[in-house]
T-cell receptor, first 112, second 111 residues
């Protein structure tokens, strides 16, 4: 079967660093995406990993280990506006015809 | 930028009514997707389309149908709405790298 697991909720303090983990078991793998979704809004793209290693983009970084079926999203210098849900999604087939399989999302609450 | 537009942000319908959710994308993409999003369940794929008049079932197609008469428009149809179809519905379209661009969502309540 296909399964993507992420923690349901996390809480962190403004200015701190938080790591959101994602583990996956899928029949194929052609990339892993992270999306951010604020309450009542559509998901927006954060990062994409297809090879092992770390991808850094400003305060956000995403890591992938294909052999372990594992990824994490690292958020540094947390701001209140980072309070949102973070969705991990795996593409099983190559190309843009491939469907994304989503985890249930991790709701992050940033406290002052 | 890719723009995906959904016709209605909020809808309230009664059980048994026929419901149309419309989605339009402006970047000439071939592929379009309909997801529903529920607390604790994440996004689940209902139907997708990879070309005009072509459609394929996703993971939870029961109770839904779709229409793709024009490339830019992908409609989700609930033939007879039921209360368990109360949900947030998200339309999405991928660019050439596979990144999904989402519409704003349509929150449907079935009474």
């Amino acid at each position: 079967g296909q399964n993507i697991d992420q923690p349901t909720e996390m809480t962190a303090t403004e200015g701190a660093i938080v790591q959101i983990n994602c583990t996956y078991q899928t029949s194929g793998f052609n990339g892993l995406f992270w999306y951010q979704q604020h309450a009542g809004e559509a998901p927006t793209f954060l990062s994409y990993n297809v090879l092992d290693g770390l991808e850094e983009k400003g305060r956000f970084s995403s890591f992938l280990s294909r052999s372990k079926g594992y990824s994490y999203l690292l958020l540094k210098e947390l701001q209140m506006k980072d309070s949102a849900s973070y969705l991990c999604a795996v593409r099983g087939r190559p190309g843009n015809t491939g469907k994304l399989i989503f985890g249930q999302g991790t709701t992050l609450q940033v406290k002052p | 930028d890719v723009k995906v537009t959904q016709s209605s942000r909020y809808l309230v319908k009664r059980t048994g009514e026929k419901v149309f959710l419309e989605c339009v994308q402006d970047m000439d993409h071939e592929n379009m997707f309909w997801y529903r999003q529920d607390p604790g369940l994440g996004l689940r794929l209902i139907y997708f389309s990879y070309d005009v008049k072509m459609k394929e079932k996703g993971d939870i197609p029961e109770g839904y149908s779709v229409s793709r008469e024009k490339k830019e428009r992908f409609s989700l149809i609930l033939e007879s709405a039921s209360t368990n179809q109360t949900s947030m519905y998200l339309c999405a379209s991928p660019d050439s790298t596979g990144e999904l661009f989402f519409g704003e969502g349509s929150r449907l309540t079935v009474l």
